[in-house]
């Protein structure tokens, strides 16, 4: 399998890859924090660990919202912890230009949702030959994904993934079809299901958005089993203090009961 998500999960034993840290750094000690405890996790349960923190949240609901420490000092915290830790680290990036600057730091580069049909930006992202996860914007449909990964494709990047986040209902909620799962997956591309975004209420806080934490096991478990490739969590050491998405995000302290299930279910599906 000639791509780097699947590489990932090659083996003799059904696997899941894990994407997975805060929604933004807040600052170096919270980040080191999440990161360690996700490695011990994952090294424990064998499961093959990305770890995920952005360093500026562009798409804020308000314009008074905590966006994270910028580009610099962010790309410099997670180098930091990639280091120290000796984790592969993600980030997403918002513009062509920080592409290149991003790919001296980040082991893969990751397009948000709202920006998923950008040229330019898939095109910088996929031309650093870094692997690049592209989340499915909540306006689309699966098989529209087929004109992003054809874009992609075009660079001559083999290393593309697809995330699926939930889809727009209106009124402050989203959605998961389960069918874009195999749907996606049809088309090629590895394809992780994003548990916290799925359950968040866009804009639900009127300020800021909501979230139903509370779905994300259960999300989880049924996308699981129903072939993902890999699986997406925000988490926070206390949700209720995070300084973005915290109403969606998992406690850190639930983490391994939930990976630990999850391991059980995809090698009861196989």
């Known amino acids: 399998m000639n791509n ?8 003799p034993d059904p696997k899941f890859f894990l994407i997975a840290g805060p929604c933004v750094i807040e600052n170096y000690d919270t980040t080191f924090l999440v990161a360690s405890h996700l490695k011990k996790i994952t090294r ?12 500026d949240k562009a798409n804020r609901t308000s314009i008074h919202s ?12 997670l180098n930091t912890i990639k280091k120290e830790l000796g984790v592969r680290v993600i980030s997403d990036i918002h513009l062509p ?5 991003a790919a001296n730091v980040l082991d893969v580069i990751q ?3 709202f920006l998923c049909r950008q040229t330019d930006l898939i095109l910088a992202a996929c031309h650093t030959d870094k692997p690049v996860n592209i989340k499915k914007g909540q306006f689309l449909s ?3 994904c ?6 992609a494709k075009e660079s001559g990047n083999p290393n593309i993934c697809i995330t699926e986040r939930g889809s727009c209902f209106g009124y402050n909620n989203l959605v998961v079809d389960f069918r874009a799962i195999p749907i996606i997956k049809a088309l090629g591309a590895p394809i992780v299901f994003d548990a916290t975004h799925s359950v968040q209420l866009p804009g639900g806080a009127m300020d800021s958005s909501a979230g139903e934490r509370q779905f994300v096991p259960t999300l989880s478990k049924a996308a699981i089993a129903a072939g993902a490739d890999g699986l997406f969590v925000e988490t926070h050491p206390d949700p209720e203090k995070a300084l ?11 983490m391994e009961v939930l990976l630990s299930t999850l391991v059980s279910v995809k090698k009861a599906v196989g």
Do not use: H, M, T, V
């Not at 905590?66 to 915290?77: K, S």
């Not at 087929?146 to 874009?151: P, Q, T, V």
């Open 44 to 55: 424990r349960l064998d499961i093959p660990f990305i770890f995920k923190a952005s360093f």
């Open 244 to 254: 973005c998405d915290g109403p969606n995000s998992l406690p850190l302290n639930a």
């Open 146 to 151: 087929r004109n992003i990964l054809n874009k």
């Open 111 to 113: 397009i948000p949702a």
């Open 4 to 11: 780097f998500f699947f590489n990932l999960i090659d083996g």
């Open 97 to 101: 230009d920080q592409a290149e600057k």
């Open 66 to 77: 905590f966006r994270g420490p910028g580009f610099d000092e962010g790309l410099r915290i």
């Open 142 to 144: 699966p098989l529209e």
